[in-house]
């Protein structure tokens, strides 16, 4: 795109903006679901959380904790395969910079390597994301030690910010401006406001831990009596992507294929024939989600100086034994 191009409207154009667009696409908003802020779809603006983070990151929409791939249905001797592929256009508001950036960085593993995951593809073609900047980091976020910002709109197509009691509208993309309706507001030449950075961004930059020397230290296994093997980092982070596949009988001749979350963190996570376990310790599991982050996403995938982290802090949030990102990385900063 040429020249940035910016509205100020207020909250009522906005839920009218939002309105509009359920009626001609699939709307996913933060919506509240038995007590939890979830991404979810809603007829209507009335239905949205108007500023509450998901407790899950927009990934789920694009690659979904559970789905069919493809459903077979035998009679007789013929066989049919019907594949789900999604077709629907959607729109997922109230994305925020880290969860962006997140799936951003999901496209380099189902996007950018080949073969491309069609499901995957298909969701990302189709999708149009209206991101909401924040004010200042929450207390347990650290984006911009792993080279994010809570006002970072690079990684949308549109991008709202927080103004003089309304919202800054800023088409970052062409299919983002597409979706804009223009002609309906007052254009305005006022600046995003910045956000206000505080102590958090003191956690060390993740490039500059020596990961290779510090593979065996005995710190693995000290901060790994603390873990549970629960696997809810990986849920609620914007980036883990690992997946089973596995085939289930509906009935008599009737079968799909489901693709569902998997996590290193899990004692079985991949096990072999046999019953072998690669990493049959806590410590060896709990070392690698960080180094999947740190070490092997950016020498494997090809974003040398890029982690698969984005310092959204749910991992923090979640939990129960208090493992926190933020303090291994701290711990890994000081002089072995």
């Known amino acids: 795109m040429g020249k940035k191009q910016r509205w100020l409207i207020s909250p009522a154009e906005l839920n009218g903006w939002l309105d509009s667009l359920a009626d001609g696409r699939i709307l996913i908003a933060p919506r509240r679901v038995g007590g939890v802020v979830l991404y979810r779809r809603t007829s209507g603006s009335d239905e949205i959380a108007h500023g509450a983070r998901p407790v899950l990151p927009v990934k789920e929409f694009f690659f979904p904790p559970t789905e069919c791939l493809f459903s077979i249905e035998k009679t007789g001797q013929e066989i049919h395969l019907n594949e789900a592929l999604p077709e629907a256009p959607a729109v997922v508001f109230g994305v925020r910079p880290c969860e962006a950036r997140g799936v951003r960085l999901l496209d380099a593993l189902f996007l950018d390597r080949l073969p491309a995951d069609p499901y995957y593809a298909r969701r990302r073609e189709n999708t149009v994301l209206i991101g909401l900047a924040c004010r200042e980091l929450g207390p347990t976020c650290f984006c911009t030690s792993v080279g994010g910002a809570p006002d970072a709109a690079g990684d949308m197509d549109v991008m709202l910010y927080q103004k003089d009691g309304g919202y800054l509208v800023e088409p970052v993309t062409e299919k983002g401006l597409f979706l804009v309706p223009a002609g309906e507001w007052q254009k305005s030449a006022a600046k995003p406001p910045a956000f206000i950075p505080d102590s958090q961004t ?29 696997r809810a980092c990986a849920y609620v982070c914007p980036t883990c992507r690992c997946f089973a596949v596995r085939d289930e009988r509906l009935g008599p001749g009737s079968y ?24 049959p310790e806590k410590g060896e599991r709990l070392r690698n989600r960080f180094y999947c982050k740190f070490s092997y996403f950016p020498e494997q995938i090809g974003r040398e100086g890029t982690s698969a982290c984005t310092g959204c802090g749910r991992c923090i949030d979640v939990c129960p034994a208090g493992v926190d990102i933020s303090e291994v990385l701290q711990d890994l900063g000081r002089p072995a």
Do not use: K, M
């Open 256 to 279: 799909e294929r489901i693709r569902c979350w998997d996590s290193c963190a899990g004692e079985n996570y991949r096990r072999v024939a046999g019953g072998h376990r690669p990493r």
């Open 202 to 230: 003191l956690i060390p930059n993740p490039g500059s831990i020596p990961w290779a020397e510090r593979f065996d230290d005995p710190y693995w296994q000290r901060i790994s009596e603390r873990c549970l093997s629960c």
